[in-house]
């Protein structure tokens, strides 16, 4: 474990949340899979729509079919997702040889940090070890529109139901719920913030709870942000991290059928 990670996870359990600063080669690799994603937003939507999985899981998903709260009122974004290293689902891939190149290698930054700061909380809490994530795990990139006069949130208020999400946004918007008050979050330079979700709650029995967060319209121009969206993998049954592991709590069911609630099919079995 690094101390960066050592922190993090310090973090995390004193104040809900935390930053962590990349190593500039990491910066570099968070910079190359923002242009990829950038470059692919820009494309026009007719290319695009041929990069939609059947399910819309995989690849493009143009604004409309997400929410955070309720389906009348969609998230403001259209989003990118690539889920593990599976490439091969999303359609087109072999014309997206670039963007898809970038995201692995910054994905695997994202990979060792998560399971440094994860192991961490796994043994404070008395878990033998980190779960396995990455195959029940995402990479989604949000290009946000302009938001209509009667919108002031281009996302409403939620958490995101994983173990861990790894965000950077590319401007300000981002607000958290912290003892009951929605504030601002000014991000850190060259960095990334550290947000539990509801399994992270599940896995801990309540003591870590998921941060809500919303974004709100700044008219920043071209806000883009960028999350790893952190599940436990579905192979092997997830209990409550505990010194004596309660057999009868398996997280599974809820860990997959979460991304219901925001319009989205089940977390897929890869
Ligand atoms: O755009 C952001 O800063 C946050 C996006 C977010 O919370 C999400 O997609 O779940
Ligand atoms: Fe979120």
């Known amino acids: 474990m690094t101390s960066r990670e050592d922190e993090a996870a310090g973090e995390i359990r004193a104040t809900g949340f935390a930053w962590v600063r990349l190593e ?20 026009p939507e007719s290319v695009k729509a041929q990069h939609v999985s059947e399910d819309m899981n995989h690849g493009y998903r143009p604004m409309g079919q997400e929410y955070s709260v309720s389906a009348e009122r969609p998230d403001l974004n259209e989003c990118f997702a690539l889920w593990s290293d599976r490439s091969d689902m999303v ?10 190149q970038a995201w692995a290698a910054y994905r695997a930054v994202l990979d060792a940090l998560v399971k440094g700061v994860v192991t961490c909380l796994a043994r404070h809490f008395g ?16 290009n946000y529109c302009a938001a ?21 946004a ?84 809820a860990i997959r059928s979460r991304p219901l609630a925001f319009g989205l099919p089940h977390v897929p079995d890869l």
């Not at 878990?127 to 949000?142: H, K, T, W």
């Open 91 to 100: 359609p087109g891939a072999d014309r997206l040889g670039q963007l898809l």
């Open 24 to 43: 500039p080669s990491e910066a570099d690799l968070l910079r190359s899979a923002l242009a990829g994603g950038r470059a692919f937003f820009a494309l």
């Open 127 to 142: 878990g033998a070890c980190a779960p396995a994530f990455r195959r029940a795990s995402y990479l989604q990139m949000n």
């Open 170 to 253: 590319s401007g300000p918007g981002l607000e958290v719920r912290l003892d009951g008050r929605i504030q601002p979050l000014e991000a850190a330079a060259e960095s990334v913030l550290l947000m539990p979700g509801s399994v992270m709650t599940g896995l801990t029995s309540g003591a870590i709870r998921p941060l809500y967060h919303q974004v709100r319209d700044l008219a920043v121009p071209d806000r883009v942000s960028l999350m790893y969206f952190v599940n436990p993998s579905l192979d092997k049954p997830v209990h409550p991290w505990s010194h004596e592991p309660d057999t009868s709590v398996d997280l599974r069911d």
């Open 148 to 168: 209509p006069a009667q919108r002031d949130l281009l996302q409403d208020l939620h958490e995101d139901g994983h173990l861990v999400t790894v965000h950077y």
